[in-house]
T-cell receptor, first 116, second 113 residues
Framework: AQKITQTQPGMFVQEKEAVTLDCTYDTSDPSYGLFWYKQPSSGEMIFLIYQGSYDQQNATEGRYSLNFQKARKSANLVISASQLGDSAMYFCAMREPNFGNEKLTFGTGTRLTIIP | DVKVTQSSRYLVKRTGEKVFLECVQDMDHENMFWYRQDPGLGLRLIYFSYDVKMKEKGDIPEGYSVSREKKERFSLILESASTNQTSMYLC????????????FGQGTRLTVV
């Protein structure tokens, strides 16, 4: 079974609009972490935001916020006031304990295109 | 600046060759990971390591092995390269603490002909 599910292969959004990228996860461990990464066409992986399973508040980093709904096992990324430079692949990832160490698993990604 | 360096950006190898992909990090990270990235499939975990000489299979370990003789270096080995191993390979490292992001190398695009 997929640990991380991103159901939107591609999205087109008008510049300056807000955009929500969906991510659901599957784990039975109470302690885990959720991440979002951005991969522009250059190929580098850029860390955007992190949410811990015990965090009471949704994480925010500048224009990025993470809409964490624990009961639904959902960790959607919200980008406010989108910019042309936001066009990229976006990956959701989960870190979970794995027999004394930690495993980091990614989803299939969403390609976001910002339209001028 | 944290640096994760992969030895090659592009690599072309022949079917049946033994291939080594090297990854070095300079942040004293405990955890290191190898992924392959294919269109539509995202990043799939091949192997990971949480300490020297320790390794764990990821989701797609078949056809691969790894070596971690020193803390800073994590090598991915294709014992006998096949065309279906043509892919982008990404190495990452992180501290062994929940909540710390992983840092990635620039990737190695491997083509097996």
């Amino acid at each position: 079974a997929q640990k991380i599910t991103q159901t939107q292969p591609g999205m087109f959004v008008q510049e300056k609009e807000a955009v929500t990228l969906d991510c659901t996860y599957d784990t039975s461990d109470p302690s885990y972490g959720l991440f979002w990464y951005k991969q522009p066409s250059s190929g580098e992986m850029i860390f955007l935001i992190y949410q811990g399973s015990y965090d009471q508040q949704n994480a925010t980093e500048g224009r990025y916020s993470l809409n964490f709904q624990k009961a639904r096992k959902s960790a959607n990324l919200v980008i406010s006031a989108s910019q042309l430079g936001d066009s990229a692949m976006y990956f959701c990832a989960m870190r979970e304990p794995n027999f004394g160490n930690e495993k980091l698993t990614f989803g299939t990604g969403t390609r976001l295109t910002i339209i001028p | 600046d944290v640096k994760v360096t992969q030895s090659s950006r592009y690599l072309v190898k022949r079917t049946g060759e033994k291939v080594f992909l090297e990854c070095v990090q300079d942040m004293d990270h405990e955890n290191m990971f190898w992924y392959r990235q294919d269109p539509g499939l995202g990043l799939r975990l091949i192997y990971f390591s949480y300490d020297v000489k320790m390794k764990e299979k990821g989701d797609i370990p078949e056809g691969y092995s790894v070596s971690r003789e020193k803390k800073e270096r994590f090598s991915l080995i294709l014992e006998s390269a096949s065309t279906n191993q043509t892919s982008m390979y990404l190495c990452a490292s992180s501290f062994g603490l929940t909540g710390t992001e992983a840092f990635f190398g620039q990737g190695t695009r491997l083509t097996v002909v």
